[in-house]
């Protein structure tokens, strides 16, 4: 990856949405939980379906003991609930096991590489999760890849159109380097580029700063006059 590119798209999307420098998103298990709540649905029904768990069940050990149809009607609100809540619950569970309590303060003593690897070796927990937990609860250089990073890094020709969130995800923290509030940014703009203006359907790209430097865009213009010549 051009690492002056990157950062030259970087700056230029800092310019327009102004994503503030990092911070604490909260404890890592309760960042891991609202990642995993996070998954296919909206930021706003995310935080209703967390709250709900923190309500009904205000203890981690409560989230893993409780009968799984308690947990999934908690957290309704989110989505996926049949699915989501036995997820919850193993992943507590298996961190009791593996640390006799519910904490994951350990991660912030282990390399970056090292914490990701833990994080994944919980059950159902992939790298953008663990990277979630990472970067926006502890605060470690770590960058998360999901639909819309994925989506917009290759459309810009950044990593190539076959290349994988994991891929992506090392290519962009060798680029970037160990530069928190770099990753953070780029990150959160990215998705909000993503979301706002370079959709899976019908990208906005007349609407895009970054059209100049889009490969995906270029060739586009391309074959339209050729198919207009």
Not at 19 to 34: F, I, K, N, Q, Y
Not at 170 to 186: K, M, Q, S
């Amino acid at each position: 990856m051009d690492a002056d590119r990157l950062r030259l798209i970087a700056d230029t999307l800092q310019r327009v949405y102004r994503t503030p420098r990092w911070r604490s998103h909260g404890d890592p298990v309760s960042e891991l939980v609202a990642t995993v709540l996070s998954q296919h649905t909206t930021d706003v029904n995310t935080e209703r379906a967390f709250a709900s768990l923190r309500a009904c069940l205000p203890e981690w050990n409560d989230v893993a003991t409780a009968p799984t149809s308690l947990v999934a009607a908690a957290i309704k609100s989110g989505g996926l609930a049949n699915i989501k809540a036995p997820r919850i619950q193993a992943i507590l569970r298996r961190i009791h096991d593996l640390r006799g309590s519910y904490a994951l303060d350990h991660l912030a003593t282990l390399g970056v590489g090292d914490a990701r690897r833990w994080l994944a070796s919980l059950p159902g927990v992939g790298p953008k999760t663990a990277s979630c937990v990472l970067l926006f609860s502890l605060g470690r250089p770590a960058f998360p890849v999901d639909t819309h990073v994925h989506r917009v890094i290759r459309r810009l020709g950044l990593a190539p159109a076959s290349a994988s969130p994991e891929l992506v995800q090392d290519a962009v923290e060798r680029a970037v380097g160990p530069d928190r509030d770099a990753l953070y940014r780029l990150h959160l703009d990215l998705i909000r580029h993503g979301r706002a203006v370079c959709r899976a359907l019908h990208p906005r790209c007349e609407a895009c700063i970054l059209s100049e430097h889009c490969e995906e865009y270029a060739r586009r213009r391309e074959a339209s006059a050729i198919g207009t010549a």
